[in-house]
């Protein structure tokens, strides 16, 4: 069966303030690094997955992604998907 | 009158929840370990604060698919008293028994500390027995405690006076000084202050102990 990898980005939705990225945003000004606007803290989730075929590889992620490895009420998700042949990306 | 006292692993309130519920209340109790699905002899159940599934991917999201879960969710739908606490809250969002989520305090800091409240009982079935605006002080202890909804399903809250407990001095920055929600009919209750830990003067008040005596009511 084809195998698939897929690369899921989890990040708070924009509404949603991210203390974790304002800390982060403050020690970067305190390294000397200066002019960031922004700086969002997420997550990258990497799955490799067997499936007959691409729609329902995709299918699948999408499920994943939208009802386990984020939560929509407070996060955005985002998803690369590749198929992949004795673990080599195509 | 049994209640059940969910246990998932990283669960770390169980034991103070049964010593408060048996200890000062003397109810009986069982644990519910999280691959449990009979809740039969069960009259309420009580989802205790810790860190289930190490908070691995967000704070109750592994917890949500736990097997017991299934059956609180049916023991819920079907009337049946639900407490959850701190991370128990946490959970009861997860599976949507109530809505909106907590996040990252606002300044990210672990808060361990009295904090006062007021109670908007409404037809919530744990706070019965509260007056309506009345001032209590329950610990909280949590770093994910932050309540967070949309502007709308907040006024919608509001409205329906299902916002039953509010911070007086909000620590965590929760919309709206949320502090503890209930559902619709008013059988579940998910709050991040620790009840359980103020049950007797000598940890530091009792202002818990009604809440969790409502089950005997």
Known sequence: MPLFSAHVQVSLRSSVLDPAGEATRAAAARLGVDGIKTLRIGKSIHVELEAPDRATAQAQIELLSDRLLANPVIEDWSLELAETHGGQQA | MTVGIVVFPGSNCDRDVRWALEG??????????????????????????????????????????????????????????????????????????LPGALTRNQKLHFLCEPA???????????????????????????????????????????????????????????????????????????????????????TGGTDGLRLLASVLA
């Open chain 2, 24 to 97: 000062c209340l003397h109810l009986s109790t069982r644990f519910l370990w999280h691959e449990e699905r009979d809740l039969g002899g069960i009259d309420a159940v009580v989802l205790p604060g810790g860190f289930s599934y190490g908070d691995y991917l967000r704070c109750g999201a592994i917890a949500r698919f736990a097997p017991v879960l299934e059956a609180v969710r049916d023991f819920a739908h079907g009337g049946g008293p639900v407490l959850g606490i701190c991370n128990g809250f946490q959970v009861l969002t997860e599976m949507g028994l």
């Open chain 2, 116 to 202: 006062p409240l007021e109670v908007r009982p409404g037809t919530c079935q744990w706070l019965k027995s509260y007056g309506e605006g009345e001032a209590i002080n329950l610990p909280i202890a949590h770093g994910e405690g932050r309540y967070q909804c949309d502007a709308d399903e907040l006024q919608q809250l509001e409205g329906e006076g299902r916002v039953v407990l509010r911070y007086g001095q909000n620590p965590n920055g929760s919309v709206g000084d949320v502090a503890g929600l209930t559902n619709q009919a008013g059988n579940v209750l998910g709050l991040m202050p620790h009840p359980e830990r103020a049950c007797d003067p000598a």
